[in-house]
């Protein structure tokens, strides 16, 4: 009884595992970008809110304030899309990004790594000091790791 036991929760620990690495994969895509870099998207629907412009107009501030030079050498980008454009729907598929959503795309060693901070500028939109010291952080947080 005990050996079943064993065995059928060692079965199901290599299931578990796999599922992860598979879920992992699927939020790392292979890239052709040479070298380290981070991608800002900000993704919205054609019909825009306070917020969501706040969102882009906050981000696009910080960027300019204190990543002009990594923009200019284009260690960091900025993009704004439009989800409802036919043209935008694999990368909005790709983020599973349906209306508004702030992403960064880390991309190091040929891969890219998406994290989400929607919540976050949704509930700091309006707060311009904190939502740029904590974009920054987060922002900084990845350079370190490039």
Request: with cysteine; aromatic share 10%.
């Amino acid at each position: 009884m005990m050996k079943q036991f064993l065995v059928l929760s060692a079965f199901f620990f290599v299931l578990f595992q796999s599922c992860q690495a598979q879920e992992d994969h699927s939020k790392t895509m292979a890239t052709n970008q040479p070298g380290g870099k981070i991608e800002v998207i900000d993704f919205h629907s054609t019909h825009r809110c306070k917020t969501c412009l706040k969102i882009e107009d906050n981000t696009t501030k910080l960027l300019k304030q204190e990543f002009s030079d990594e923009m200019k050498k284009g260690l960091i980008t900025f993009q704004t899309i439009n989800v409802d454009e036919e043209e935008n729907a694999k990368i909005a598929e790709r983020f599973e990004a349906a209306g508004t959503a702030l992403f960064l795309n880390v991309i190091k060693d040929g891969k890219e790594h998406h994290i989400d901070l929607t919540n976050f500028a949704f509930m700091k939109a309006f707060d311009e000091e904190e939502f740029a010291n904590e974009l920054k952080q987060k922002i900084e947080e990845q350079l370190k790791m490039l």
